[in-house]
């Protein structure tokens, strides 16, 4: 069974992490400056074409971030590397999403969606450092996504690219997003020998390529780099202990429990809010369809370890997946003065389902979270829907920024679960309990 090689919580640095947490901060880091370097080439080309030089050195800035990364990584520096990294890729995605990245009539904002895997990274790269760091970056960039994803705010200046651009450029933007997304989620719960095998592999052909296609001069700058790869990648990979997956596995149990819990607590918690706001507004459908989502909480947290639980499961994350459409396709259709917010609720869906049927074959613990982030791509880069009678007036929505928090902060939480400290998180939720029962128990 392939699981998460997370380590034993301990007060210390990236530097000195267990082998495993340690070689999958090293892929990341790799991965996600090549990332940096590959998207920020095209940028910088097309925007010297248009003669915007002050973008092309913001491009500039972010590739060389990219290759000092990888240096560093080199140098086993990961929390330095780690830290440049997020804190380069998070100021250009806040710069592009205010200055050139300008929601319209036609084209909502897309490129800040990059800030949702960028949060996920800051978190399982830095989770054992100090509290601060861990979760201050991560914050800061889901804080970045709520403040983008719920407005239309932005600084409109001559850098803004026209729509000609956004449209398609929205659609690659929200799938390459949501692939990092997946690709991080895989990096943090595989298996890390095949991960650094395929990564040695992809060097090789790169190497192959280079060596029939590119100049000799371009290929000794290849070359230098797939040195500075190769060399963060451990000589004795195959030998390090594997006690921290191990004693992930022996976790595992505590964990699918836990997000059973927190999945069908929030659903019903929800479902039971929106069922009340509805109702009070007289619009007793919604109230009726939040009662369905209450019944899919009350299903989800009555599962137990038998023979039905993966059926039950994936019947209720398809059902989840359709309530979520219909609101985002029917009900949330974007205005000009409101943005469409509920298929952010696809994001941790995906995750939960990802977690919960990791022991199902690969086109159902693979393809239900593609097919969620699928949904999420399609509504985020259009405003796609159904124009019916049941559209929701911009006066009876709730407002966008909750709902996208609310959102965010249970994909954070499911993350927190998955590579957290489950022995602190087990602890404060039956403080959390004790408490609520010492003050609502007669003394």
């Not at 692939?179 to 298996?191: E, G, K, Q, S, W």
């Not at 965010?408 to 309990?433: A, C, N, P, Q, S």
Request: with cysteine; charged share 15%.
């Amino acid at each position: 069974m392939n699981t998460l090689g997370a380590t034993p919580p301990i007060v210390i640095g990236i530097r000195n992490a267990g082998d495993s947490h340690s070689r999958r901060v090293r892929v990341v880091v790799i991965l996600g400056s090549l990332a940096s370097i590959v998207f920020g080439i095209p940028w910088a080309v097309f925007f010297a074409l248009r003669g915007d030089w002050l973008v092309v050195i913001a491009d500039c800035a972010v590739i060389l971030a990219g290759v000092i990364a990888i240096r560093m990584a080199r140098r086993h520096r990961l929390r330095g590397a780690a830290i440049l990294l997020v804190a380069s890729l998070f100021g250009r995605l806040s710069w592009m999403a205010l200055f050139l990245d300008v929601p319209s009539a036609q084209f909502p904002r897309s490129i800040h969606h990059f800030l949702i895997p960028l949060a996920v990274a800051a978190y399982l790269m830095l989770k054992h450092e100090n509290a601060w760091l861990r979760h201050g970056l991560a914050w800061g960039c889901l804080a970045g996504v709520v403040f983008f994803a719920s407005s239309h705010f932005a600084i409109v200046t001559r850098l803004a690219t026209p729509d000609s651009v956004r449209g398609p450029g929205a659609w690659i933007t929200n799938v390459c997003a949501m692939l990092l997304l997946f690709l991080l989620l895989h990096i943090f719960v595989a298996d890390i020998d095949p991960l650094e095998a395929g990564l040695h592999r992809a060097r090789i052909r790169l190497r192959k390529l280079a060596h029939l296609a590119t100049p000799s001069q371009f290929e000794d700058s290849l070359t230098r780099l797939d040195e500075s790869i190769a060399s963060t990648i451990p000589q004795n990979a195959g030998q390090i202990s594997v006690a921290g997956t191990q004693g992930w596995q022996r976790a595992r149990v505590t964990r699918v429990r836990l997000t059973i819990l927190a999945c069908s607590s929030v659903t019903i918690v929800l479902g039971a809010l929106f069922v009340v706001y509805f109702s009070l507004r007289g619009l007793m459908p919604l109230a009726l369809l939040n009662c369905a989502v209450m019944a899919l909480g009350v299903a989800l947290a009555l599962l137990r370890a038998d023979k039905h639980q993966s059926a039950a499961t994936i019947g209720l994350v398809v059902g989840l997946m359709l309530i979520f459409l219909v609101n985002s396709a029917v009900l949330d259709i974007p205005t000009p003065n409101v943005p469409r917010s509920t298929h952010y609720w696809f994001l941790p869906l995906s995750l939960g389902a990802y977690f919960l049927l990791r022991e199902e074959n690969a086109w159902i613990h693979s393809g239900l979270p593609m097919a969620c982030l699928a949904a999420f791509v399609v509504l985020a880069s259009s405003h796609w829907g159904f124009m019916t009678d049941y559209l929701l007036p911009d006066n009876d929505r709730p407002p966008p920024w909750l709902v996208c928090t609310l959102a965010l902060g249970m994909l954070y939480f499911l993350v927190y679960i998955l590579v957290g400290d489950i022995k602190r998180l087990e602890d404060w939720l039956l403080g959390t309990v004790s408490r609520l029962l010492r003050r609502i128990t007669p003394l």
